[in-house]
């Protein structure tokens, strides 16, 4: 558990607490498994709560939701593309795509410097030619918006090279 109190100047500060102290006292024999990169990140991720306040999540949530879905009904218009809408998503969906996405993803990062979405074909039978589409409040509409256009027609693009 993360805790906020105040270090001995007064000032805001995180802290674990309730936490096993066996790894650091009995080491090499400790029988729990929380480990420093487990800590940092939970640490980490108080930090980002606790900085963007309540407002901010809400916000930043809101922001992935209507990306999400812009980019989504984007996807969906494209020939040989399609993006089942009917079922609630938050910032990630699926995509059926006209050709492999292994290839695509191999043309997105060579002419584009795009990395595609995830191969659910790989882990899961019966869904190739689908990848996952992840989009966050980080994504900007310019760059949902060259994906769509990567995408649109991956033939015509073939001999050139942007970067984005």
Not at 80 to 103: H, I, L, N
Not at 155 to 162: F, K, L, M, V
Request: hydrophobic share 35%.
């Amino acid at each position: 558990m993360v805790g906020e109190t105040v270090d001995k100047h007064g000032r805001r500060a995180f802290v674990m607490t309730l936490r096993p102290r066996e790894q650091d006292i009995r080491r090499e024999k400790a029988t729990s498994n929380i480990c420093t990169n487990q800590g940092l990140m939970a640490l980490a991720a108080c930090v980002y709560m606790s900085a963007m306040g309540k407002h901010g999540l809400r916000r930043a949530a809101e922001l992935c939701y209507h990306k999400a879905h812009y980019a989504a009904a984007q996807i969906d218009a494209l020939d040989g593309y399609s993006v089942d809408q009917s079922k609630p998503f938050f910032k990630e969906f699926v995509v059926t795509c006209p050709r492999p996405v292994a290839e695509l993803n191999d043309y997105l990062l060579e002419h584009w410097g795009i990395i595609g979405g995830y191969d659910l074909g790989q882990d899961y039978p019966g869904r190739e030619n689908q990848m996952l589409i992840a989009v966050t409040e980080m994504n900007t509409k310019d760059e949902i918006d060259t994906l769509v256009e990567a995408l649109r027609d991956p033939d015509a693009h073939a001999g050139h090279t942007h970067t984005h």
